[in-house]
């Protein structure tokens, strides 16, 4: 059971528990890429836990723009706000890649947080950062130009899911995630064509490179952009680590 270590809640239930919690958790099923998983006004019974891939969650404005709030990775959870707060999902949840997904009950998930204190403190904290990335998301669309909204994003990824990187002399952090264009477009407010030239061109000044369809953020980068988000410090504290 490794994706224990790796779970957002499993990996703070004592070892000695494990078995008396596991088994409100369903098996992990596969799901394919872009399956959307709930859609808004869907009833909001369960909790998901990824054990492999990866989900975008978006919402529809008024004016009909799609936004993208967050992607979900490896040992996360998603849905947990609407489940909590909601009695429908308010949002859409879609895999980006092939996934393993597994989803615990509504009343398992409340019984949860009132066994275990430390799980009901991750959830508040859990909440209060999506609450927070947000509203950084809607200020990113609201304020800025597409490269600055690139940027933003580029830099909340690396703090998210950034690894340390040094190879033959290229220093930087990682962003240890596949995310395609359109993808990124999605995040920008912007179409694939737009985020395709933005890319090259900070490649061309030296910004970034590519590691297979993974993006190198170069040390270069942060000195231009680092002033862009309130949590990028920690970014460059890990990164030279």
Same mark, same amino acid.
């Given at each position: 059971?490794?994706?224990?270590?790796?779970?957002?809640?499993?990996?703070?239930?004592?070892?000695?528990?494990?078995?008396?919690?596991?088994?409100?958790?369903?098996?992990?099923?596969?799901?394919?890429?872009?399956?959307?998983?709930?859609?808004?006004?869907?009833?909001?019974?369960?909790? $998901?836990?990824? !054990?492999?891939?990866?989900?975008? @969650?978006?919402?529809?404005?008024? *004016?009909?723009?799609?936004?993208? &709030? #967050? /992607?979900?990775?490896?040992?996360?959870?998603?849905?947990?706000?609407?489940?909590?707060?909601?009695?429908?999902?308010?949002?859409?949840?879609?895999?980006?890649?092939?996934?393993?997904?597994? $989803?615990?009950? !509504?009343?398992?998930?409340?019984? @949860?947080?009132?066994?275990?204190? *430390?799980?009901?403190?991750?959830? &508040? #904290? /859990?909440?209060?950062?999506?609450?927070?990335?947000?509203?950084?998301?809607?200020?990113?669309?609201?304020?800025?130009?597409?490269?600055?909204?690139?940027?933003?994003?580029?830099?909340?990824?690396?703090?998210?899911?950034?690894?340390?990187?040094?190879?033959?002399?290229?220093?930087?952090?990682?962003?240890?995630?596949?995310?395609?264009?359109?993808?990124?477009?999605?995040?920008?407010?912007?179409?694939?064509?737009?985020?395709?030239?933005?890319?090259?061109?900070?490649?061309?000044?030296?910004?970034?490179?590519?590691?297979?369809?993974?993006?190198?953020?170069?040390?270069?980068?942060?000195?231009?952009?680092?002033?862009?988000?309130?949590?990028?410090?920690?970014?460059?504290?890990?990164?030279?680590?």
């Amino acid at each position: 059971m490794w994706y224990v270590k790796k779970s957002e809640i499993l990996s703070l239930i004592p070892h000695e528990c494990l078995d008396e919690v596991l088994h409100i958790f369903s098996p992990h099923m596969p799901i394919k890429k872009n399956v959307i998983i709930y859609h808004p006004n869907d009833p909001s019974d369960f909790v $998901y836990m990824i !054990k492999k891939g990866s989900v975008q @969650l978006t919402r529809i404005a008024h *004016n009909g723009q799609q936004i993208t &709030l #967050n /992607i979900v990775t490896e040992g996360m959870i998603f849905g947990e706000g609407d489940v909590l707060n909601e009695k429908v999902y308010t949002h859409y949840a879609e895999t980006l890649e092939t996934s393993q997904i597994c $989803y615990i009950r !509504k009343d398992d998930f409340q019984g @949860l947080l009132a066994q275990y204190r *430390n799980v009901n403190n991750m959830m &508040l #904290n /859990i909440l209060h950062r999506r609450w927070k990335e947000a509203q950084i998301q809607i200020e990113n669309l609201a304020f800025y130009e597409v490269h600055e909204r690139l940027a933003n994003i580029l830099l909340r990824f690396s703090a998210e899911y950034g690894m340390p990187y040094n190879n033959n002399g290229l220093r930087g952090t990682l962003v240890n995630f596949k995310v395609s264009q359109d993808k990124l477009g999605d995040f920008c407010g912007t179409s694939r064509e737009s985020i395709n030239r933005n890319l090259k061109d900070m490649k061309a000044q030296g910004l970034l490179e590519f590691e297979g369809r993974r993006i190198v953020l170069l040390d270069s980068f942060f000195d231009v952009y680092s002033g862009g988000l309130e949590h990028v410090p920690s970014v460059r504290a890990k990164k030279h680590a």
